[in-house]
């Protein structure tokens, strides 16, 4: 049986529990990142495809390599070796331009299943697996939020009316929804598996890329915010201050 | 500036993001086009003094790629300056594809634009709606995903006034189209929403939330952590990556208000809040905060009205 080849992303995000700042109109990173939770999906279906088809599963990702954490939370979960870009020219770089560095590193590693979370905590274009796919001439499936694995691999996609079966071609990018499948917790022995994975830089250089910065930033400007209103603390009869209220806005 | 909408049907008639756009397209007053993504038969999207083409794609089979090809080259051949669309699900694929051809990043979740001096500026919401980004766009073309409820629709008479296009099949078929059943009011266009998160402790608790939006015939809505945990469809989920709702009056019950779920809510006009944390951020933007336990509370309220 040929070996299977799965490339999937994996970026390294600020800890979303912090707020997050910019400067320059471009997020701040912090040395330490972490894992964005979004991708944990999609390695956990390539992990699912490795434990049924002998397959190779690479982390592709792009971004400042700080203290690596995220790459190492993404090994610790099973996958075999990682392969990354971190240039300062890319900082601020548009969707395309990271779909562009993406699509070359799944080429690196010769993936014939190209996996991505719907869209970065972070980022939230939402774009960039459905360019890579166009970057690599391969279909793109995307929105998956269910799959089962047998000899055939069934994918269960969200539409906007419901949803819709297709099967896995051999050839393909899918992007996976948040809960559509239960990601793992890696044990104490995966933990230290990891750190022995290869995990490699790429240069910038190597890679053929073709997109460009069409994106200019302008300004951010903060909105007249809080408009918290009446806070009443429950103690037992705050209902009937709700029940006024729809009165008064003519809900009841 | 030449511009191309990419539209979408939706029962039969023009998506409500699509109207939108029209309606922003309109008081610009920049010459545009209409193509129109659909799968069925005959739909009724023509619109007078629109120039519309209808796509008419398989369902059973996946061809947003050819699609792709077929709107790259319109744009492409008519000198399209600026295309803009939803930010749904087949559009986002659609304008990704077409993006690469035309080399040309798109802007996301965009709230609002403008156009100066033969160039376009956009405006994005970020941190949870407390600050906007905007940037602008130097490229020959400028792609749009435009979020919903940014605009108001535009209002028309729909007619069968269009061209159809067909698509070329993919090797991919498409098989178990499932529809969801959607009963009661919708989340898009009802008055009122109330919306449930983690602080309803259980999947069994929201009962009494669909007890009480039976009383005031309100949507019910979710957070994305219960739609994770398969308490509700996605199709209820409210935030950044579900739906955007503007209600009357949004009930946040258990809600603690991650910016996230912020986006997709916090231009409701009145937003009723309850959760225990007094710290929740979901105060910051209520107009009437209850700190007590959602548990309690509606109950109270659902013998109570």
């Not at chain 1, 400007?221 to 009443?232: I, M, Y």
């Not at chain 2, 087949?90 to 802007?107: A, E, G, K, M, N």
């Not at chain 2, 108001?152 to 296009?165: R, S």
């Not at chain 2, 258990?254 to 997709?264: D, K, L, N, R, Y």
Request: charged share 25%.
């Amino acid at each position: 049986m040929i070996l299977m080849k799965i490339a999937v992303c994996a970026k390294q995000i600020p800890d979303p529990a912090n707020t997050m700042e910019y400067s320059e109109g471009t997020l701040n990173r912090p040395d330490e990142q972490v894992l964005d939770d979004t991708d944990r999906y999609g390695i956990e279906i390539a992990l699912q495809l490795k434990e049924k088809f002998d397959a190779e599963v690479t982390i592709i990702s792009m971004g400042p390599e700080g203290t690596q954490k995220g790459l190492q939370q993404a090994l610790q979960m099973g996958a075999d070796k990682a392969y990354f870009v971190d240039d300062p020219s890319l900082k601020g770089a548009n969707s395309l331009m990271t779909a562009n560095v993406l699509s070359q590193l799944a080429l690196k590693s010769e993936a014939d299943i190209v996996i991505f979370g719907t869209e970065s905590t972070d980022g939230y274009s939402g774009t960039v697996p459905q360019q890579v796919s166009r970057f690599l001439n391969l279909d793109c499936i995307s929105y998956v939020k269910g799959i089962e694995i047998n000899d055939e691999v069934k994918l269960t996609r969200q539409t906007i009316e419901g949803s819709e079966n297709i099967n896995l071609p051999e050839k393909c990018v899918i992007s996976v929804t948040a809960g559509g499948v239960e990601p793992r917790y890696p044990n104490f022995k995966d933990i230290m598996a990891a750190k022995s994975k290869p995990v490699e830089k790429i240069d910038l250089a190597t890679l053929e890329l073709t997109a460009e910065q069409n994106l200019e930033f302008v300004t951010i400007e903060n909105v007249e915010s809080s408009k918290a209103g009446e806070k009443v603390v429950d103690e037992g009869e705050a209902f009937n201050k709700i029940i006024e209220k729809l009165k008064e806005l003519k809900a009841i | 500036m030449k511009t191309l909408i990419i539209g979408e049907v939706s029962n039969s008639t023009l998506s409500s993001g699509t109207l939108e756009i029209l309606g922003k397209a309109k008081e610009l007053g920049t010459e545009f086009e209409l193509i129109t993504i659909g799968s069925v038969d005959a739909p009724s999207i023509g619109i007078d003094s629109i120039t519309q083409k209808y796509v008419k794609r398989n369902a059973e089979n996946l061809q947003f790629n050819n699609i792709a090809t077929m709107i790259s080259e319109y744009i492409k051949d008519n000198e399209v300056k600026l295309v803009l669309s939803s930010s749904t699900y087949v559009c986002r694929d659609i304008i990704s594809f077409i993006s690469v051809d035309l080399l040309s990043s798109p802007v996301s979740n965009v709230i609002d634009f403008s156009i100066s001096n033969g160039s376009v500026e956009t405006i994005n919401s970020i941190n949870g709606g407390e600050s906007i980004y905007k940037s602008k766009v130097n490229s020959e073309h400028a792609l749009l995903l435009i979020r919903p409820k940014a605009f108001e629709p535009i209002e028309a008479e729909f007619n069968d006034n269009y061209d159809i296009l067909e698509v070329e099949d993919s090797n991919i078929p498409i098989f178990n189209i499932f529809k969801e059943e959607k009963e009661g009011p919708q989340l898009e266009d009802s008055k009122i929403v109330i919306s449930a998160g983690r602080g309803m402790v259980d999947k069994d608790n929201l009962t009494m939330i669909n007890e009480l939006a039976n009383k005031l015939n309100a949507a019910v809505g979710g957070t994305r952590a219960i739609v994770d945990a398969g308490w509700m469809p996605y199709s209820q989920q409210v935030g950044q990556t579900g739906k955007t709702v503007k209600p009357d009056i949004y009930i946040a019950c258990g809600i603690s208000g991650a910016t996230q779920h912020q986006v997709g809510m916090k231009d409701s006009k009145f937003i009723i809040a309850i959760n225990k944390d007094e710290e929740a951020p979901i105060f910051q933007i209520a107009d009437l905060g209850i700190v007590g336990d959602t548990l309690s509370v509606i109950p109270k309220l659902n013998e109570n009205i």
